[in-house]
């Protein structure tokens, strides 16, 4: 799983107990062999003011990959995950 910070601000994540800052434009992977149970996620604002703007709990599974974004709009954070895709056998056992 790969997320990408596509804004202009550095964002504070909670992945299970630990503590992560993704910088402004940055992008962050996260291995399957690194989180190898399902935690929860919470991605937070850390300006003006601490603020969570997603909360989810993740899975990241060997042999698939999943392209998440976090996009600013107007005063507004979102996040999108835009596309999951299947590794072809060879490439997941890599």
């Known amino acids: 799983r790969r997320l990408f910070n596509s804004t202009s601000e550095s964002l504070g994540l909670l992945c299970g107990e630990q503590a992560i800052q993704i910088g402004k434009g940055k992008s962050l992977d996260f291995h399957a062999k690194d989180w190898p149970k399902a935690f929860p996620v919470k991605i ?4 003006p003011e601490k603020k ?4 989810s ?3 990241v599974t060997q042999g698939r990959r999943e392209l998440c974004f ?3 709009q107007d005063s507004a954070v979102s996040f999108k995950s835009l596309i ?3 590794l072809p056998p060879e490439e997941a056992a890599e």
């Open 84 to 86: 999951d895709l299947a």
């Open 57 to 59: 709990k993740w899975r």
């Open 52 to 55: 969570a703007i997603f909360s």
């Open 44 to 47: 937070f604002r850390l300006q």
């Open 70 to 72: 976090i996009t600013a």
